[in-house]
């Protein structure tokens, strides 16, 4: 189980201190976090990495999932994808289905002897209605709410303004509509999990026999849930036109979140999309949950990819950044806050192919860009998107809502 005190020599001993100094006026009282998965996805993975280092800096920090039907799953997916613009309706069943889970959880969940709750995303939401509301409660939303559909939205917003606080990832999502106080956290990485840890080349030659990835051509991979809104398609449509002028594999890599009913179905897109190059070999596809791999093809592979079409924030880019891996990527949602472009990574639009092979061959005829950009992309996530800076938001958070409310 690592410590905090393990962060010690990649943030430094100011760092760490200060988080020892600001946890000490938080001693005694109790932080609940609630989410949908237990794992699968960026949100799990974050409180599996935030809770433990939260509870070792002396506070006392539960985690709560909440037990669901595959219904609601289907339902709050569709949910996900109106939040991030795509216009859906609900219907009176679907309502009640998405408050009957709540309701249901609460049942057996008694949490009012905790000083602060902390929900996450749309699935939990509904929770607040069914406690007497005897402490602060957080909303924290890993969504992109751009651009919501606008009657989803509003339906939301009558649960939301029982809160006292909102959380988003970047200025953009926060909404003048909303009569709660809202704050931007930007998400993280962990720099000590296995997924991040380093790995020296005779380990990444001896893994890649073992997951059976041939390393006679460039690897490019794109590493996300098999999700409509990461358009997975439309990295193949990219990587065709790169083959067009240079050779290379493609790797798409992605787990099946528990919350996310639709990635079988784009997974079958995707191998229909990918055939000619399935049967080429020069496209592998990917579906089981593994870090070390996860970490290998992102040090193996010569450039990373994500070519979201919406994107909360997009972890996945803040792995390759501090992994030194040069990254071309779609300029939506969180992913700006990382890449600054010709800078430490490359950006293009979400529906311009051409662009994305094009950068894509670039980096593939010329190592040393990818290099610089590799570097200059360290030392970003080094300087901002790091767990610790994130312990010390929850921190601050904690204290305002819990000691100076």
């Known amino acids: 189980m690592r410590k905090i005190s393990d962060y010690r020599y990649i943030v430094g001993d100011a760092v760490i201190g200060e988080l020892y100094q600001k946890a000490k006026s938080l001693y005694g009282k109790r932080i609940l976090h609630i989410n949908s998965t237990f794992i699968g996805g960026g949100v799990a993975e974050i409180l599996n990495n935030l809770i433990p280092l939260m509870n070792n800096l002396g506070l006392d920090v539960d985690w709560r999932v909440l037990h669901a039907s595959p219904d609601l799953y289907l339902l709050t997916k569709k949910m996900h994808n109106g939040l991030q613009g795509e216009s859906i309706s609900l219907s009176e069943r679907e309502k009640k289905l998405y408050i009957q889970a709540s309701e249901n959880f609460a049942v057996y969940a008694k949490i009012n002897d905790n000083d602060l709750v902390i929900v996450h995303d749309p699935q939990p939401l509904p929770l607040i209605d069914f406690y007497k509301k005897r402490q602060p409660w957080v909303w924290r939303c890993h969504i992109d709410l751009s651009h919501p559909d606008l009657k989803l939205w509003d339906y939301l917003k009558g649960m939301i303004i029982r809160y006292d606080l909102a959380i988003v990832s970047k200025q953009e999502y926060s909404k003048k509509d909303l009569a709660v106080r809202q704050r931007i956290i930007p998400p993280v990485i962990d720099p000590l999990i296995p997924k991040n840890m380093p790995l020296s080349g005779q380990q990444i030659v001896e893994y890649l026999k073992e997951f059976n990835i041939p390393r006679d051509k ?86 990373i990819v994500q070519k979201s079409i919406r994107e909360g924030f997009g972890l996945t880019v803040t792995e390759a950044m501090y992994k030194e891996k040069p990254v071309v990527a779609s300029n939506v949602g969180g992913i700006p806050l990382q890449i600054t472009d010709g800078v430490d990574g490359l950006l293009v639009e979400p529906k311009d192919y051409q662009g994305a092979a094009d950068r894509i061959i670039e980096l593939l005829s010329n190592p040393k860009l990818g290099q610089e950009l590799g570097q200059k992309a360290k030392e970003k996530v080094q300087e901002n998107f790091l767990i610790t800076r994130l312990l010390r938001d929850y921190l601050d958070i904690s204290y305002h809502e819990i000691i100076q409310r």
């Open 218 to 303: 460039p690897l490019v991979t794109q590493i996300s849930r098999f999700d409509k809104w990461k358009d997975p398609m439309g990295v193949i449509e990219v990587i065709k036109k790169v083959k067009q002028k240079t050779d290379c594999r493609l790797v798409l890599c992605g787990s099946m979140a528990m919350d996310d009913p639709e990635g079988v179905e784009i997974y079958e897109l995707v191998k229909q999309a990918g055939k000619d190059l399935i049967k080429s070999g020069d496209l592998i596809l990917l579906t089981f949950e593994n870090t070390l791999l996860v970490n290998l093809l992102q040090r193996a592979s010569h450039v």
